[in-house]
């Protein structure tokens, strides 16, 4: 029904508007009687051969949603409902921030893809703090906090942005995710680099540390690393002690796209997800799983449509996997079906 009567309809849309739409239609669910409790019976999954130990953490299955569709967490415990094991929110940024201009979301339909260049644009560490108060025990969900800079604030200050976020989330996230790989914050990716990282990984995990219950870390890395730079990532990952990396971020390659190179073109700038990326995604986890020999998690992201999408992730050496760009695209129902067709965990 999504595929034949919702998706075309809503694709008819503006994404962003549409988005906004959608988070208004969720909303809804809290305010009538008993729809919380039947969504959860009509969508979730219960296996448990999916129970995944990892991060020091357990999920009762492996599939989350990926940052950046609730990054204000205004609806996790919604979200929740429809069977995800964890759900990230963020990025999000000390200050509120408008982000880009608009428009800034673009379908590539041909390419079961989307463009984005949001720009970090969120309302703040602190509204949502607030909001991850409010964590419903019936949403049953693990919550991520993928945390990021200002984009006013220099790359030389960037590490007080980030502990200023991880202080702030601390007792209300079950994960942190670090976010220097996204193409639409200007001089972010630099960040990437062997010595910054390195100084700002290590830096989390000395606070992370002086806690009495230290929170997993993870990095999140850009689908664009060449080998080098992935085996200086496998290389910081065990300097540091972090527990692992989502692989990846949005790519800013546009190459073997069905979509019309004009019409690309005139899209311009931003990050690129969903089916174009899932070949690369593919690549960068394998490598990360063997170079890495294992020591450390991954969660894959990119171009995860369908339970066969998540097992190749899976095989490839992941722990887990997010949606996003392929929530958008098969609705709801999604997290069921990767849930049904995966192959039992132990």
Partial sequence: MYKT?????????????VHHLTFN???WQRYIPGAPANIRHAYRTVREDLETEALGLTFKNPVGLAAGFDKDGKLFNELGNFGFSFIE??????????????????????????????????DGVDALVERLKKRSKHADVL?????????????????????????????????????????????????????????LLSALQKENELKEDPKPILLKIAPDLTDSQLDDIVEIVGESKIKGVIATNTTISRE????????????????????????????????????????????????????ADAQEKLDAG?????????????????????????????
Wanted: hydrophobic share 35%.
């Fill in 89 to 122: 929110v963020g990025t999000v940024t000390p200050k509120p921030q408008a982000g880009n201009p608009k428009p800034r979301l673009f379908r590539l339909k041909a390419d079961n893809g989307l463009i984005n260049r949001m720009g970090f644009n969120n």
């Fill in 318 to 346: 992941a722990s887990l996997v997010q949606v996003y760009t392929g929530f958008i695209y098969e609705g709801p129902r999604i997290i069921q079906r990767i849930c049904k067709g995966l192959k039992p965990r132990f």
């Fill in 5 to 17: 009567f919702i998706r075309p309809f809503l694709f008819s849309v503006d994404p962003e508007k």
């Fill in 143 to 199: 919550i991520g906090g993928n945390i990021g800079k200002n984009k006013v604030t220099p790359n030389s200050d960037a590490l007080q942005d980030y502990l200023y976020c991880f202080r702030k989330l601390f007792d209300y996230v079950d994960y942190f995710v670090v976010n220097v790989s996204s193409p639409n914050t200007p001089n972010l990716r630099e960040l990437q680099e062997k010595e910054p990282l390195k100084k």
């Fill in 25 to 27: 239609l969720l909303k």
């Fill in 256 to 307: 073997g796209l069905k979509t019309p190179k004009a019409k690309v073109e005139e899209i311009g700038a931003g990050g690129l997800s969903g089916k174009p990326v899932q070949k690369r995604a593919t690549e960068v986890i394998g490598y990360l799983n063997r170079k890495g020999k294992g020591s450390f998690d991954i969660i894959a992201v990119g171009g995860i449509f369908t339970a």
